[in-house]
């Protein structure tokens, strides 16, 4: 599955670990675009689960990798501070930002 944020421009690709192919606008390397690799099968065993690109670490630098994608988990309370809750991965801990930085 390949998702474009605006118009088809030019754009390279950066492989996550997770299986993701970020696009990002050469000059500026802003994130552009994103490729779900294998996206029918991964998905279809897990409906219900959203995720998040980071596009914007400036004021969480030590705890959100920008361009990486991230496990939203459901939390009703975040939602309503315009906030997301996200699974970090490599601590198995979660965490809330705001949703602008994705």
Known sequence: ??????????????????????RLQ?????????????FAERFD??????????????DYPASLELHKIYRVLPDDDAAKD?????LMKAARITCIQPSILF
């Open 1 to 22: 599955m390949y998702v474009s944020f605006g118009p088809s421009q030019a754009a390279i690709s950066q492989e996550t670990v997770d299986g993701f192919l970020i």
């Open 26 to 38: 050469p000059d500026t390397k802003k994130v552009v675009g994103y490729t779900v690799l294998n």
């Open 45 to 58: 065993k897990h409906p219900g689960r959203q995720f998040a690109v980071c596009i914007n670490n400036s």
């Open 82 to 86: 315009g906030d997301l809750r996200s």
